[in-house]
């Protein structure tokens, strides 16, 4: 067992049965936590543990949840008596280390008497009870004990050492080294989008200011800079059909370079931008990548279909070829060291049938330091692959790597490696500094400090997505965006006024409960757990907002909860049995229904009361395979709405709740895939369905007598959440975009 499960061990078995917080937890674990996600980090230690102690599948819960609060130990502890014999043979037979007998109650549930009466008495923080004084048989049990305690004092000592160690030499060679990644990228906090894809379309490069106080962007309308202060922008001059690769900024901050595409003579061209006035000055002619020395004095682009290497005074005079890339190869990034007297590049084996966002293709790529003066080839580094990025004066060159994404949560992170000052020389392997949220990201560029920086990402995301609901017909108007966030959302509930949607979003790395204003201003949280809080509604009175807290792995809801929706206490809603869904309906004149699975054979609903939770049962049907929000409630809380799942038979069943026996009804749907969900609309007269087709997902409107109409089709899953009045949905919907995105505040 590691040493962080036996610190954890020993702190539940010195209080038995005792509330244990989050905090000390972290405490116990972690000497320094400021570089750790420590709800995270307690999660997976708890769950852990558990495995460990958990004799059987199907045993007996060792560790507790208490919900906000932190971890109960409920395993028995006995507190063994020593009898005269076990303490004479405890003289002659070694006594099993400590850590060796919490190793062994973790695996098997069972210590031996004597160890285990010295664990607890050692967990528990006192001394071990004396027989009466001056009987032989006290004497000798209470020498064994504080025997055995030195031992384990001992032993805790030297295994706290040994994690300590580690820990205090990476600590010796940061503050050895100077400043941290971190300070020079930008911090590890989130990132913020400095674009927004609209009339000018998507960004195609960027470049932040040497002072870090801006960054230049390009899109359809021209180059722009944008100033993270005050958000002001100012458009420069633009180049009608010219698309842009690469900027550059000059030093003194007062002109950039633009290096592109005329897309109507298919020229690549490099100019010069002044930020002061509206004249571009053409620089070079089948011209690309141009970068600017860090005086100011020179600049170097690439030729010939990026397959040479030139230089030329500031102004584009007196250019020369400085260097040619090998047979086959063509540049790919070039960047001026710090010092100015070497360029480094990336080259790219170029491979007829490929494209260079090729998984395989990086095998290819090849990283050059080049003397600035005579283009001698200082070091040539294979399989190092990158399209743009920044070096710092200490050597540090950091670059976004675009591994194999997710479409969700994406696969690009901001890497570091070292180089050698005066050769430009790679010192070991790139190290991950961050995850940049995104499918793909390029155009990174930093502050000369390195303390911001920027980059175009390639972003997916679910947003939430509202529509007016207009009729006849259910036709969908007005779609707009309602988040705007780099993580995911979805929408469940709405409030009364009809001015606001209660949403999920994972922005603090666990699902919480966000109140997102129409009006487009930041989401107030409502309710957050330490695992994931999801699924909210809003209670037909409109007073609580209730949620389902979802724990362990896989995930699984553990409980339901209340919470103002003015803000308050977060408090648990008595339930029991295996809670499965809930839903409240979407009327003042309604109700809350709670579902249950019983023994897989059976639906069982019952009546939720917000306050006093669980009530009566209302109805009960035949199981059928489900998923998580495949059914719904009525606006008068008195029919539910089951999808079957079914690929052969797909439909609804109509449950009327209420009544005796429980009366149901099935509505047929065919032609549309499989059916994952349903949600009643308010009149109470049709179902928004969720179906899955072999083009993606769609969003149907079905009414009771069987008419279908098709409202949206989806890449990803989409359902509708009807507001109060029924005039307006919201929606989930998959967003892709490629904006600036820029690390926070200078220090």
Known sequence: ???????????????????????????????????????????????????????????????????GLGYRFVADVEQVEVTESEAGASEDTPSLPAHAAAVEFAQTGVVEPAEAGSIESEARGHWPQPLPVGSAPARTTLFARYRLLFSVLVLCGLALLAALIPYGVRRWVQVREGSSSKDASGGLGPLIRITTETGGGEVTA??????????????????????????????????PSFTVRRIAWFPDESQLLMSGTDETTHHRQVWLVPLQGAYLRLVAEDADLATVSPDGRRIAWTRDGDRELWLAEADGQSPRQLAIAKDGESFRFVLWAPAGDRLLATVHEMTPGKAVEDDDVASHDAYESIEAQSGLLLDREEGFSAESGYILDDGRLFFPYNGPSDVLRGGSSLMMVRTERRSGRLLGAPTRIRSLDARFARS????????????????????????????????????????????????????????????????????????????????????????????????????????????????????????????????????????????????????????????????????????????????????????????????????????????????????????????????????????????????????????????????????????????????????????????????????????????????
């Open 1 to 67: 067992m590691p040493v962080s499960q036996l610190r954890l061990l020993t702190l539940f078995l010195e209080r038995p049965g005792e509330l244990v917080t989050r905090e000390e937890i972290a405490a116990r674990l972690w000497v320094d936590a400021r570089n750790i996600d420590v709800s995270t980090g307690i999660n997976t230690a708890i769950n852990r543990m558990r495995g460990h102690l958990q004799v059987s599948p199907g045993g007996p819960v060792s560790i507790e949840t208490v919900i």
């Open 206 to 239: 960027s470049a932040v200011a040497p002072d870090g106080q801006s960054v230049a962007y390009s899109d359809r309308s021209g180059v722009s800079v944008h100033w993270f202060a005050s958000g002001q922008e100012r458009l420069l001059g633009a180049r």
């Open 444 to 747: 990174l560029t930093a502050s000369s400090s390195g303390a911001r920086f920027a980059a175009v990402l390639d972003v997916t995301r679910t947003d939430v997505f509202v529509a007016e609901l207009r009729q006849p017909g259910s036709v969908l108007a007005e779609v707009k965006s309602l988040t705007r966030t780099a993580k995911q959302n979805y929408p469940h509930a709405w409030t009364q006024d009809g001015k606001s949607v209660l949403i999920e979003n994972d922005s603090l790395s666990r699902w919480s409960i966000y109140e997102q204003p129409l009006d487009g201003s930041v989401a107030r949280l409502i309710a957050s757990m330490p695992e994931s809080a999801a699924m909210a509604q809003l209670s037909p009175d409109g007073r609580w907002v209730l949620f389902l807290e979802f724990t362990g792995r896989p995930q699984r809801a553990a409980g339901v909860f209340r919470v103002p929706l003015a803000g308050g206490r977060i408090e648990q809603v008595p339930t029991m049995g295996q809670i499965e869904e809930f839903h409240c309906s979407d009327s003042s004149y309604g109700s809350c229904v709670l579902r249950e699975v019983a023994d897989n054979k059976e639906f069982v609903y019952y009546a939720l009361d917000p306050i006093q939770g669980m009530r009566q049962e209302i109805g009960r049907t035949p199981w059928q395979p489900n998923r998580l929000g495949d059914w719904g409630l009525s606006a008068d809380g008195l029919t539910v709405a089951e999808a079957n799942h079914d690929t052969l038979r797909p439909g609804i069943r109509l449950v009327r709740l209420r009544t005796n026996p429980t009366k149901l009804e099935e509505i047929a749907l065919y032609g549309h895939g499989t059916i994952l969900g349903s949600n009643w609309a308010v009149d109470g007269r049709s179902l928004f369905v969720e179906c899955r087709t072999e083009a993606g997902f769609e969003l149907v409107s079905l009414d009771l007598a069987g008419h279908v109409k098709s409202l949206r089709e989806s890449p990803t899953l989409i359902w509708a959440t009807p507001s109060r009045d029924g005039r307006k949905i919201a929606f989930p919907g998959l967003t892709i975009s490629k904006d600036v995105w820029a690390s926070g505040s200078l220090p």
